[in-house]
């Protein structure tokens, strides 16, 4: 198992992983909401504000080094950065913690990724910077090997770490679909 929370923005890990293909990851947040037409519009309009609001940097070129974690207030960020801010806002929108979580992997082109995942009683849902869609984590072309969990982080096999991980030998490919339009990567 690898650590890959330091190495998130360079890809190297999550590169080497997608070689094998990583499995579904399992750790799933506790809380389900219902999802009302209210809800769901509050997801499309949380996502919808960050991803017009907020312009995508990578850390080296805001911080001079890679994979910092933090809200965007220079009104600049990374997907991590993204996923924070969508999370922070719904939680003042009353959403509970508990059904709210990160999931980190790559993109189909390979890319290192991080989305917001939103579990709700009408399934989970991935609030993402490249896209405005609001879609369930198996239909974003995104292959996902590490999710938050409470306090730490669930990797493909159910390893709990500190930090997010990737199982290299467990493997299977996730099917690559549309997700609509994408943004250049920062």
Known sequence: MMSISRGLAGGLV?????????????AKPTARVDLT?????ELRQINSHVNNTIVEVSDMEQYGREDVWTLPTSGKGDCEDFALLKRKLLLQRGWPASAL???VGTTSSGEAHAVLIVATASGEYALDNLTSSI???????HTFVSRQSGRGWVSASGARTSEPTVDLPVARSLPVAQAGPRRPRG
């Open 101 to 103: 979580s990160i999931s």
């Open 135 to 141: 879609l369930p984590p198996s239909q974003t072309g």
């Open 14 to 26: 999550l590169t080497l992983a997608m070689a094998v293909h990583a499995v579904p990851v399992l």
């Open 37 to 41: 037409p209210e809800r769901m519009s």
